[in-house]
């Protein structure tokens, strides 16, 4: 994975790890979209169901932020912002509270979209659009910036004394019960930490240190992890910290993701 800060004051933090964690229900918070002070923390309610994802390592340490490969071929679909979902959506209860179902779309000729960071009691989740198989590729490059005004700082909705992470590259087998082992896979080897401003290019090999929900990996798990990739349908990114890396988070201020372009080759 290789990843790119276009900004001299700012650099994205990473880490190695490989998640191999007990079974976590997701905090998802309630409240709507209501409007909400971004200084408040506090425990969100309960999600309306279960969704585990890998937790992530407490002894997770940085590294310095490498070069990024020029030159990949944006994916079409990718770019337009309505084929994306903000969620997850889950039996029709959708987990990223106080956000819009779809990012907005960049006025042209500007390309690509962005939505806002929720404030608190808010939280962003899961941004995911259908794609399909992803046999025969073999990385998956992203390109994006976070904005945000001086001081404000992104933190986890289960836990927001710890650092934020994401975006974790991510995709969904087809048929996923939200529930079952091996069919949701977090690319966490490559996860930025905390979410800072900057410019950033995210370069994900699909042979990489892939994680599933509880235990399996793409290492000790080869033919579960071929055929999710063989099977997959939703591809994205999630944020998270804390309990997991999808389980969401919420800014204390004005912040914006907004993506540049997004690649699967």
Same mark, same amino acid.
């Given at each position: ?28 918070? /309630?409240? /709507? ?9 506090? *425990? ?47 039996? /029709? ?68 004394? *710890? ?23 977090? *690319? ?19 042979? /990489? ?16 992890? *071929? ?39």
């Amino acid at each position: 994975m290789r990843q790119s800060s276009r900004r001299g004051n700012q650099n994205a933090q990473y880490s190695g790890l490989v998640a191999l964690s007990t079974l976590l229900l997701l905090s998802a918070c /309630g409240g /709507g979209g209501g409007a909400a002070t971004g200084s408040q923390a506090g *425990a969100p309610a309960p999600g309306p169901t279960s969704t585990p994802t890998p937790a992530p390592d407490p002894g997770q340490t940085t590294t310095p932020t490498p070069t990024p490969t020029p030159g990949s071929t944006v994916t079409a679909a990718a770019m337009v912002a309505s084929n994306w979902e903000i969620g997850p959506v889950i039996k /029709g209860a959708d987990y990223s509270s106080g956000m819009p179902l779809t990012p907005t779309q960049n006025t042209p000729p500007e390309q690509g979209w962005w939505f806002d960071f929720p404030l608190f009691p808010g939280s962003v989740h899961y941004v995911t659009f259908h794609y399909g198989s992803l046999a025969g590729k073999t990385h998956i490059v992203m390109h994006y910036k976070v904005e945000a005004d001086p001081g404000v700082v992104i933190h986890p909705i289960t836990q927001s004394d *710890a650092p934020s992470m994401g975006p974790t590259i991510y995709f969904q087998e087809k048929g996923d019960d939200w529930d079952t082992d091996g069919m949701r896979w977090w *690319a966490t080897f490559a996860t930025p930490l905390p979410i800072n401003p900057g410019e950033y290019t995210m370069d994900v090999p699909l042979d /990489g240190k892939w994680t599933s929900v509880v235990s399996m990996t793409a290492a000790t798990n080869p033919s579960q992890f *071929a055929k999710a990739k063989q099977n997959a349908d939703r591809v994205g990114f999630t944020f998270g910290g804390g309990t997991g890396y999808g389980h969401g988070v919420y800014a204390d201020g004005n912040a914006r993701f907004v993506l540049e372009s997004f690649s699967i080759e």
